[in-house]
């Protein structure tokens, strides 16, 4: 059962970097969008895409982080459990 937990856990660490990006995606476009149509808001957007992407990449790293030590952690496990080869 640990090991479901553990697997669970990286897949949740993995879909928040998929959400990040998404939305770091999103409001790129959107800032974009603003700055074709003439919208005199587009440099405010632009402005708020960078401070959420800042932010974001710090969240992406920190869960980045704790899916490869999980990963790490779960290969050192199993190469402790394989036999001696000679």
Not at 38 to 67: E, F, H, T, W
Request: proline share 2%.
């Amino acid at each position: 059962m640990p090991a479901f937990k553990d697997a669970q856990e990286v897949q949740a660490q993995i879909a928040d970097i998929i959400i990040e990006v998404y939305a770091i995606e999103s409001g790129l476009a959107r800032a974009e969008q603003h700055g074709v149509a003439g919208d005199g808001r587009a440099s405010l957007a632009a402005d708020a895409a960078r401070v959420y992407d800042g932010d974001a990449a710090d969240r992406i790293a920190a869960a980045a982080k704790q899916v490869v030590a999980a990963l790490t952690a779960r290969g050192a496990e199993r190469r402790c459990r394989r036999p001696f080869s000679n």
